[in-house]
Nanobody, 116 residues
Framework: QVQLVESGGGLVQPGGSLRLSCAAS????????MGWYRQAPGKQRELVAAITRGRSTNYADSVKGRFTISRDNAKNTVYLQMNSLKPEDTAVYLC??????????WGQGTQVTVSS
């Protein structure tokens, strides 16, 4: 059973940056595309960035050019570098498999709040 632990969130001013980390247990992580999702209050969870095993990436239009997803398979970790943050980026950020409905158990996520 893969367990996911997200970290790195916090309170940041508009225009600021944060780097999120998602540590995964279990070697199954290595063969799957992974993604960062976010869920804001009253909104559906959305996939904002994804990375394949071969490190091909894809981004939601709302974050393209501002967010960068990466992975370190040796550390079983996925990262999300978030720059030029906007108030509308405020949400709980979670990681899980991408391009699949066979999700791992969801972690607690990490709260990102963008506010002056």
């Amino acid at each position: 059973q893969v367990q996911l632990v997200e970290s790195g969130g916090g309170l940041v001013q508009p225009g600021g940056s944060l780097r999120l980390s998602c540590a995964a247990s279990g070697t199954i992580f290595l063969i799957n595309a992974m993604g960062w999702y976010r869920q804001a209050p009253g909104k559906q969870r959305e996939l904002v960035a994804a990375i394949t095993r071969g490190r091909s990436t894809n981004y939601a239009d709302s974050v393209k050019g501002r967010f960068t997803i990466s992975r370190d398979n040796a550390k079983n970790t996925v990262y999300l570098q978030m720059n030029s943050l906007k108030p509308e980026d405020t949400a709980v950020y979670l990681c899980n498999r991408a391009y699949s409905t066979d999700f791992y158990s969801w972690g607690q996520g990490t709260q990102v709040t963008v506010s002056s």
